[in-house]
């Protein structure tokens, strides 16, 4: 019997990115689940819809079964697990995201992390991924999120196909309480990038809103980022190397 894995995101169910770890999902033998929100809902943390009913609609020719939600990533999983499938699946797969999920800052605002760590809350092995993006190649494919550039196609596809068979490297392994492993793979992914065990870096990025011509209203402005270390998800990117984090947050109730 196949594998079963349940494949969410925070850029939307349409976006390349989740199709591309679909078909690398199906590639190593899992039978696919996806449950995603309807459209982007990056950075927006472990959010739920708590004051709102939340839509649940058919989305086909997605892997073996699919669902567009129009909710958050903690939205979809919970909803999937709790009410779409049948049965649970072996393991929970969220991105592959839009860029890279790195620094603590982010990952504490990443729908992508969010989306792993409900998964977990299920007792369930749980996976993050996330691609790291140049500038304005982020800035292109966020844009048009559903085409993937040629040029990015086989890395995007290097790193899919790395994180299905992270996934599969789970699958019936005894399960440490809460705990999300996330892999940021650097643009240039192939199939012979080595892997480094990292730790989130700690930095500051100062002010992320900007003020605006009207007074005292805000727009979001990337702030900087000031400093990290040698050994942090960052810093194995810029190395050109897959940087391997695991959060674990079941660690306080084992001290």
Partial sequence: MKPSVLVTNDDGIDAAFIHALVAACESEGFQVFVAAPSGERSWIGRAFSRHREVTVSAHPHLGHQAWSIDGTPSDCVNIALGHLLSTKP?????????????TIPLCLSSGTL??????????LPAVACSLDLEQ????????????????LRPHLEAGCKHAARFAKSLVGK????MQIHSLNYPSTVTAETKVEKSFPAIVRHGSLFKPSEMGYRFA????EIVTHEKQTDLAVLERGLISHTIFDFGQAGRS
Avoid: Q, Y
């Fill in 114 to 123: 969010a989306g792993a760590i409900e998964g977990s809350a299920w007792g």
């Fill in 174 to 177: 005894p399960l440490p309480s």
């Fill in 136 to 151: 304005s190649v982020f800035e292109k494919v966020h844009r048009t999120s559903a085409v993937c550039p040629p040029t």
């Fill in 90 to 102: 072996d393991v929970v797969l969220s991105g592959m995201n839009i860029g890279f999920n790195a």
């Fill in 220 to 223: 979001w402005n990337d702030g």
